[in-house]
T-cell receptor, first 114, second 115 residues
Framework: TQLLEQSPQFLSIQEGENLTVYCNSSSVFSSLQWYRQEPGEGPVLLVTVVTGGEVKKLKRLTFQFGDARKDSSLHITAAQPGDTGLYLCAGAGDSGAGSYQLTFGKGTKLSVIP | ETGVTQTPRHLVMGMTNKKSLKCEQHLGHNAMYWYKQSAKKPLELMFVYNFKEQTENNSVPSRFSPECPNSSHLFLHLHTLQPEDSALYLC??????????????FGNGTRLTVT
């Protein structure tokens, strides 16, 4: 069973601060997705990282996939209240015969205080 | 138009009731999923349908019964639920199952409370 550990579980920061959240596993994933879930809504895909060491930027959000494809980080620069939400990582693992299944972490709940 | 629509948004039911959750996707996808989201737990995959055929049932109790009449619609029929079944039930769709980079498109969920 592949597990994804996300840390921290909760994070409350002031507007304008920087933060990093982590997604770690002992398993290798073929790719890793990050989702953001706002209160009362379903998760929405932010990015997919595929190659070990890959870095992707989405405005003030920077995503990195670990070299060994076992971990990932999300860094937010100058956080804004609109960044508030639950950040979920999901790893695509090979379930056999070329088929992949997503495993989700428990998420990091971010609150950005104005 | 929302890609994946779930109804109802909220549902309160007694343990002896029978109710159904509905999901509809307008994205032309071929795979649909039911997930359960509980506090302090990862998203739990319940059922997967690919081209209307059920491809996965992750040891879900029989009091949850899925139905997929076509690639655009998915139902979850509920009966004799337990209080621990209270959770947010999320429907999702993707192009097809098992693809390496295929993202999921989620609905906004049904918040279920079992009394």
């Amino acid at each position: 069973t592949q597990l994804l550990e996300q840390s921290p579980q909760f994070l409350s920061i002031q507007e304008g601060e920087n933060l990093t959240v982590y997604c770690n596993s002992s398993s290798v994933f073929s790719s890793l997705q990050w989702y953001r879930q706002e209160p009362g809504e379903g998760p929405v895909l932010l990015v997919t990282v595929v190659t070990g060491g890959e870095v992707k930027k989405l405005k003030r959000l920077t995503f990195q996939f670990g070299d060994a494809r076992k971990d990932s980080s999300l860094h937010i620069t100058a956080a804004q209240p609109g960044d508030t939400g639950l950040y979920l990582c999901a790893g695509a693992g090979d379930s056999g015969a070329g088929s992949y299944q997503l495993t989700f972490g428990k998420g990091t709940k971010l609150s950005v205080i104005p | 138009e929302t890609g994946v629509t779930q109804t109802p948004r909220h549902l309160v039911m007694g343990m002896t009731n029978k109710k159904s959750l509905k999901c509809e996707q307008h994205l032309g996808h071929n795979a649909m999923y039911w997930y359960k989201q509980s506090a302090k737990k990862p998203l739990e995959l319940m059922f997967v349908y690919n081209f209307k055929e059920q491809t996965e049932n992750n040891s879900v109790p029989s009091r949850f019964s899925p139905e997929c009449p076509n690639s655009s619609h998915l139902f979850l029929h509920l009966h004799t639920l337990q209080p621990e079944d209270s959770a947010l039930y999320l429907c999702a769709s993707s192009q097809r199952t098992g693809e390496r980079h295929s993202p999921l498109h989620f609905g906004n969920g049904t918040r279920l409370t079992v009394t």
